[in-house]
């Protein structure tokens, strides 16, 4: 089952429900909603059913900077993990609206590519761009899974 441009964008605009849904749950629902919604996302999205995905947070640093584990993801978006103590949980941080601007995509049959920029705008305006790489596969099911997800902050000269 090939992938097709018009899933890719939908796979970009879930995610980005999924981060403000984190960020809302958290508000109303403390870590414990926050956590729910993080875990559903991880388990529909992401390809942890494939193997490792290859996850390279945004603000991860140090020997925990890739997150090749379910358990590595779901405490960069969630925090509160003895295991991560730099882990502040970046879907906490208030996300209001998520959009996306394509640089290039690369299909191949059940693999495709993705690259651009992500901008991201919390409850109080505030706007963060990152550049963002994503990877997909088709699952047995021909669900779309996140198999690499690549994401930092723009170069500043």
Same mark, same amino acid.
């Given at each position: 089952?090939?992938?097709?441009?018009?899933?890719?964008?939908?796979?970009?605009?879930?995610?980005?429900?999924?981060?403000?849904?984190?960020?809302?749950?958290?508000?109303?629902?403390?870590?414990?909603?926050?956590?729910?919604? =993080? $875990?559903?996302? &991880? !388990? %529909?999205?992401? @390809?942890?059913?494939?193997?490792?995905?290859?996850?390279?947070? /945004?603000? #991860?640093?140090?020997?925990?900077?890739?997150?090749?584990?379910?358990?590595?993801?779901?405490?960069?978006?969630?925090?509160?993990? =003895? $295991?991560?103590? &730099? !882990? %502040?949980?970046? @879907?906490?941080?208030?996300?209001?609206?998520?959009?996306?601007? /394509?640089? #290039?995509?690369?299909?191949?049959?059940?693999?495709?590519?993705?690259?651009?920029?992500?901008?991201?705008?919390?409850?109080?305006?505030? $706007?963060?761009?990152? !550049?963002?790489?994503? @990877?997909?596969?088709?699952?047995?099911?021909?669900?779309?899974?996140?198999?690499?997800?690549?994401?930092?902050?723009?170069?500043?000269?």
């Amino acid at each position: 089952m090939a992938i097709t441009e018009s899933e890719i964008a939908e796979a970009r605009v879930a995610w980005g429900k999924a981060l403000v849904a984190i960020a809302k749950a958290y508000e109303v629902e403390g870590i414990d909603g926050a956590r729910l919604i =993080a $875990e559903k996302t &991880l !388990d %529909s999205a992401y @390809g942890y059913n494939l193997g490792p995905v290859l996850f390279k947070p /945004t603000m #991860a640093s140090g020997k925990q900077t890739f997150r090749p584990t379910r358990k590595g993801a779901l405490s960069y978006f969630v925090g509160h993990d =003895a $295991e991560y103590p &730099l !882990d %502040s949980g970046f @879907g906490l941080k208030g996300w209001r609206t998520v959009t996306s601007e /394509t640089s #290039a995509t690369f299909i191949e049959g059940d693999v495709a590519m993705w690259m651009g920029w992500v901008l991201m705008t919390d409850k109080d305006g505030n $706007e963060t761009k990152v !550049d963002k790489s994503w @990877g997909y596969k088709k699952d047995a099911n021909g669900t779309l899974r996140i198999i690499l997800h690549h994401s930092s902050l723009p170069y500043q000269l």
